[in-house]
Nanobody, 121 residues
């Protein structure tokens, strides 16, 4: 079993900051990438930030310069530091882990249950 658990969401005023954390655990052979997606009401789930174990990082254009993703490969954790939050950042944020449980199998996507981030004045 692979477990993905995220935390750190909450209510913040525009311009504020939050730091999300995500931990992957269980029967993990290797991790290809860890990152964050978000989904606002009535909208498609979208990539926020992602980092591969090779160190490749991708950000959504809307968060570049404000959000920073970081990983701890030993602890199998990923973080998202969110600064200068805006109402448009309001969404449920989901941690994503691309991993495999055996050397012979390709990686699969595992998702956390989500943490709510609300930015409102």
């Amino acid at each position: 079993q692979v477990r993905v658990v995220e935390s750190g969401g909450g209510l913040v005023q525009p311009g504020g900051s939050l730091r999300l954390s995500c931990a992957a655990s269980g029967n993990i052979f290797s991790i290809y990438s860890m990152g964050w997606h978000r989904q606002a009401p009535g909208k498609q789930r979208e990539l926020v930030a992602d980092e591969t174990t090779r160190g490749e990082i991708a950000y959504a254009d809307s968060v570049k310069g404000r959000f920073t993703i970081s990983r701890d490969n030993v602890k199998k954790m990923v973080y998202l530091q969110m600064n200068d939050l805006q109402p448009t950042d309001t969404a449920v944020y989901y941690c994503n882990v691309a991993a495999n449980t055996d050397i012979e199998y390709p990686e699969s996507d595992y998702w956390g249950q989500g943490t709510q981030v609300t930015v409102s004045s």
